[in-house]
């Protein structure tokens, strides 16, 4: 019998509880099947990422291969040093853990914590799961104090790593190059697929050119740990590392220790000494140079770095930093050793015969009124192109400048041929960083003078900034002084010492366009050779013998005849050679000073390309550079070279 006093529950009630029901057999329903998934089809998963949380992969960083000199002297090889480092993933969260953590470790590094916490977050900024360098070369009694209170220090190791070493000081930095951690973008390229954050890679000159031969193979090795990420016992697996290869170069560090010191007397500058047959290079480098053992510090401040590369707020500062190579880098005006290019230029075009005689009376009219005289006001009387070169006559090249001059297009045969020997492009050395350069036009001046006739962007910048060019600027089209300035290395023309070697080498082989390299051979860990470097030329360029003969006799005249504008330095030089001084001027700088030789005379092997930076006359200080230099490649003795009064030279 039914309770006749209880009430009848609403139908809207009845609705609710029936939707609450629903509700809750829906939601036991999805409990239940997700624990079936987690347990049933997971679980062997799930129970193996269980497992893994109790090992620990460790990588073990593979050493670099080594690299040498041609001698087998090396010039870049490894250390082993032990780092203390910080693993910002793990670190405690709670913020009073972790300030009595940087306390810890500044105890032991003697590093404030403030700035070690700025150190770790300046590190982990762009790969946060990458550890942290908090002092590198810690003593053995860190590393046992660290292991031995381990739940003191969670994220805190002490790993064994490699570090690049320079044996020879800063012989050579500017083409070594520099190893840094592989960088979040670097690690989007095909080229770095394989790696992870924390691996290092060749950043700069012959450590990225050859990074992935020199770059070895990491191992890793297996260890169990606790819940606090401690090991708990001994290496579960192991895979050893595999070494890099061994690099080779083509330099000799005797040939490029001097070509340092010799430039590095006069101030700034930049050389190059490269057989001329296949392009190998003996020596290249730059003044000033710096250490690179700097760069191979885990974290560089900011004005250390500012000290190497410049400020990037101060254009002046980049242009002069100790990390610009002269040699590849700059971008200067030659003066008169472009003479033999244009003269080069001439002969091809018809517009000179080999012994045309032109008279030098001192000055040359280009028939605007601006009367150009020799350097000196020296008069040297009818000449042929021999002699022309041998004293380095202005009004000779004058005459040629405006004979060959184009108003239109991409210039005349001087441009051509500068062109053909390989100014105004990169020389395609192995290990790039090459500057830009330029053989001016017609054409090139044309549009920079259209540019110039609109004095603003549609943004209100300047389209042509006043102080573009050195020279002429942007506020004229092309004229016949343009050409006539090129052809004695003037006005507009850029070129750096490794272009100009590579030009003069393709006179003196006949027409070969080398492209110098400065690797020469892979070796493997064991010394065994796997990989020959051998470039072929870039091309060909048809020189007439006749042409390249008489070049080549006023070059070696320029520097072994009386009248010669270096005999007063090679004139008593025991070895002959064929070489050309270059006085450039260089508004607002002192004058550049060049020399280019070719050695021995008259079958060169080797060319050598010297510039100093405000060196005054070519004979001043490039001439006695390059001296010191090819004494030390064709082996002879600076106590035999005498001058032309029979006394011994003087090196600086």
Do not use: C
């Not at 990588?59 to 087998?72: E, F, N, W």
């Not at 490269?274 to 730059?286: A, F, P, W, Y």
């Not at 009124?369 to 380095?392: E, F, K, Q, T, Y």
């Not at 006085?583 to 005379?601: F, I, K, N």
């Amino acid at each position: 019998m039914g309770d006749w006093r209880r009430p009848t529950m609403p139908a809207q009630f009845q609705l609710r509880v029936a939707v609450l029901a629903g509700f809750v057999l829906v939601m036991f329903i999805i409990i239940f099947l997700r624990l079936w998934y987690l347990q049933v089809l997971s679980g062997d998963r799930y129970l193996a990422e269980a497992q893994n949380n109790q090992v620990r992969e460790v990588t073990v960083q593979a050493p670099r291969g080594a690299i040498l000199d041609r001698r087998g002297e090396q010039l870049v090889t490894n250390r082993t040093a032990l780092e203390l480092q910080v693993k910002a993933t793990e670190l405690p969260e709670v913020i009073e853990q972790r300030r009595r953590l940087f306390e810890r470790l500044s105890e032991l590094t003697s590093k404030a914590p403030a700035q070690i916490r700025r150190s770790i977050k300046k590190q982990t900024k762009e790969l946060p799961s990458s550890p942290a360098t908090v002092e590198r070369d810690v003593p053995y009694s860190t590393v046992y104090y660290v292991r031995e209170n381990q739940e003191r220090f969670p994220g805190v190791s002490i790993e064994r790593v490699y570090v690049r070493q320079y044996p020879q000081g800063d012989l050579a930095a500017h083409l070594l190059g520099y190893v840094r951690e592989v960088s979040p973008d670097q690690l989007e390229e095909p080229r770095f697929e394989t790696l992870e954050p924390g691996d290092f890679v060749g950043q700069d000159g012959i450590e990225a050119a050859y990074d992935a031969l020199l770059r070895g193979v990491n191992g890793a090795t297996r260890v169990q740990v606790d819940a606090s990420g401690a090991p708990t016992g001994g290496r579960l697996t192991e895979r050893d590392p595999r070494q890099g290869n061994d690099l080779v170069l083509s330099l000799d560090s005797k040939v490029q220790a001097i070509g340092q010191s010799a430039v590095g007397n006069y101030g700034f500058g930049g050389f190059v000494a490269m057989n001329i047959k296949n392009g190998e290079l003996l020596g290249l480098g730059s003044s000033p140079s710096y250490q690179p053992s700097v760069l191979a510090k885990p974290l560089l401040p900011k004005q250390l770095a500012y000290s190497i590369f410049g400020d990037p707020k101060d254009t002046e500062s980049l242009t002069g930093a100790p990390a610009v190579n002269r040699a590849t880098q700059s971008a200067y005006p030659t003066g008169s050793s472009f003479k033999p290019i244009a003269a080069l230029g001439a002969l091809a075009s018809g517009e000179l015969g080999t012994n045309e005689i032109i008279n030098d009376n001192g000055s040359f009219d280009p028939g605007d009124g601006n009367i150009l005289h020799n350097a000196g006001d020296a008069v040297n009387g009818p000449i042929d192109l021999r002699d022309a070169l041998r004293v380095s006559s202005d009004v000779f090249f004058y005459n040629l400048g405006a004979r060959t001059n184009e108003s239109e297009g991409d210039g005349g045969p001087i441009q051509e041929w500068a062109r053909n020997l390989g100014l105004d492009a990169p020389t395609g050395i192995d290990v790039g960083n090459e500057g830009a350069t330029l053989v001016p036009d017609p054409d090139w001046r044309g549009e920079l003078y259209a540019l110039s006739q609109e004095p603003e962007s549609p943004g209100g910048a300047e389209v042509v900034p006043e102080d573009v060019f050195e020279y002429g600027g942007a506020d004229r089209p092309w004229s016949v002084g343009d050409n006539i300035n090129l052809a004695v290395g003037q006005g507009d023309l850029q070129a750096n010492p490794l272009q100009m070697a590579v030009a003069y080498a393709t006179i003196a082989n006949g027409g070969e366009v080398v492209r110098p390299h400065v690797g020469l051979r892979v070796e493997d860990p064991a010394g065994r050779t796997i990989q020959e470097i051998e470039p072929a030329p870039r091309r060909h360029v048809d020189i007439d013998p006749a042409w390249q003969r008489v070049i080549m006799e006023g070059l070696h005249d320029a520097a072994m005849a009386p009248g010669g504008t270096s005999y007063p330095i090679f004139g008593g030089y025991p070895v002959e050679i064929a070489g050309k001084t270059g006085t450039a001027e260089r508004p607002p700088h002192g004058d550049q000073s060049w020399y280019v030789a070719l050695a021995p005379y008259p079958d060169p092997k080797y060319v050598v390309a010297v510039t100093i930076e405000q060196g005054g006359f070519g004979a001043d200080s490039a001439a006695p550079a390059t001296q010191r230099i090819l004494s030390e490649l064709l082996n002879v003795n600076e106590s035999k070279i005498d001058d032309v009064n029979g006394d011994a030279a003087i090196f600086e």
